[in-house]
């Protein structure tokens, strides 16, 4: 049988062109990662084939025995590294773990609480024109303008005024620990169910570097392909068993139709990476490189919101060198350095331009980038921005010098070096 290069060259084509940007590029989007071999095996494998609509031993189709084997090693994985009772890795992506819950807590219409969207939260906590926003009824909370951190005695008042069923906590764009315990206490004292969407800090919390939030949400959900560093898809755990049955069957039959068998699959192979003891090396690792990489860049004049970070994750505030994030980071990208535009709580500009940039440090790490690389990158970053605010209109030298700097650094740190 022939292979993709023969079949079809132009899409063969944009797979290897993509694969050559992740070996050259320095990767600082904080919700990407790099996956190992075994992930992107398990994810290409014949898996792919088959439906399996249903649970493990209670399927609608036959010839699961394989697949179900599968999809018990991901689920008992799941409930080893968060230690926690009932796990389902069904969920095609963050946002349909999260509708899922939403479809098994709430009625259409229902009230309930996430951070914002300026604060740092996800669109699936309550942006107007998403689900969460059009059929439900949410009340978003803000970081204090002072601190920069969740303002929780607001979270209590806005919660006491108007009785929600559900409050969301975690985000996009938090780079601080949360206090789960202090959400319990304001969602139980209304008698809110508690949710943690730990999509960016799973991969810290399997690694022991951020509190467990299952030991105090009703249900906690997650992606798996941030700094958690499996397959693309989501998560959902709890401790209690009626719940655990309710969310079942929200995400089959009540939100999706058949897993994706083959990345349930690769979701395990993942899991497995994450029980491992080197994965607690590797979080602290991702910590330490988080913390020089924003001390690197406060010493050269940038503001880091809330004034550092306690996560893999970074908001950088420009507005001390005059440029815009949309610009910064299309420059940025130009010297092969990539990350997101990203707009600061209360930001003033447009969100397609926003005055800041969000940087994670999990997937250089991954590639082996330790506390003198993210030192350098902080100093690239900082040429990248100082050249772009002295000549707005034309960094392509500065552009190219850096970028020349990035490639030799990336070589060193070779990715996917079997893959052609
Ligand atoms: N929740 C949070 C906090 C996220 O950051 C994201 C992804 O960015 C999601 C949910 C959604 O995940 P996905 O993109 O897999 O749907």
């Known amino acids: 049988e022939d292979s993709l290069s023969v079949t079809d060259p132009e899409l063969h084509k944009a797979i290897n062109d993509e694969l050559r940007r992740q070996q050259q590029h320095i990767e600082l989007i904080a919700s990407e990662n790099i996956v190992s071999q075994a992930v992107l095996e398990a994810q290409g494998s014949v898996l792919t084939n088959k439906y399996a609509e249903g649970y493990p031993g209670k399927r609608y189709y036959n010839g699961c025995e394989h697949v179900d084997v599968a999809e018990n090693l991901a689920i008992e994985r799941l409930k080893k590294i968060f230690d926690c009772k009932f796990a389902n890795a069904q969920p095609h992506s963050g946002a349909q773990a999260n509708g899922a819950v939403f479809l098994a807590l709430l009625n259409p219409g229902d009230t309930f609480m996430g951070m914002s969207l300026n604060s740092g939260g996800h669109i699936t906590h309550g942006l107007k024109i998403s689900m969460s926003g059009k ?39 938090y780079s601080r620990v949360i206090d789960f315990k202090k959400f319990r206490d304001i969602a139980d004292k209304v008698g809110a169910y508690l949710m ?56 089959f ?48 004049g940038f503001k880091i919101y809330s004034g550092g970070t306690d996560t893999h994750l970074m908001l950088v505030d420009l507005r001390p060198f005059n440029v815009k994030g949309n610009l910064t980071a299309e420059s940025l990208s130009n010297a092969n350095i990539t990350c997101n535009k990203n707009g600061i709580p209360f930001d003033t500009e447009k969100p397609m331009i926003t005055s800041g940039i969000r ?14 690389e993210f030192e350098k990158v902080g100093e690239l970053i900082t040429k990248v921005v100082k050249g772009l605010s002295e000549n707005p209109n034309d960094n392509s030298k500065i552009e190219e010098e850096v970028r020349n700097e990035v490639i030799e650094l990336t070589s060193s740190f070779p990715i996917y070096k079997n893959l052609k």
């Open 253 to 300: 039959p009540g939100y999706q139709g058949g897993p994706l068998m083959h990345v349930i699959a690769a979701k395990a192979a993942g899991f497995l990476e994450a029980l491992k003891p080197d994965f607690k090396d590797y979080i602290k690792s991702v910590l330490a490189n988080a913390k020089i990489l924003s001390e690197t860049l406060k010493n050269n």
């Open 135 to 173: 059929w439900f009824n949410p009340i978003g909370y803000d970081v204090d303008k002072e601190s920069e951190l969740i303002d929780y005695d607001n979270v209590e008042k806005l919660a006491l005024e108007h009785k929600p069923k559900l409050i969301i906590c975690g985000g996009s764009a």
């Open 196 to 251: 943690v969407d730990m999509a960016h800090f799973s991969g810290l919390v399997a690694g022991k570097g951020y509190p467990n939030p299952c030991d105090y949400a009703h249900v906690v959900t997650s992606t798996t392909h941030k700094v958690f560093r499996s397959a693309r898809g989501g998560i959902i755990l709890t401790n209690h068993e009626d719940l655990a049955k309710k969310f079942n069957t929200a995400v």
């Open 359 to 372: 940087l994670g440090t999990q997937a250089a790490t991954t590639r082996g980038f330790g506390l003198k």
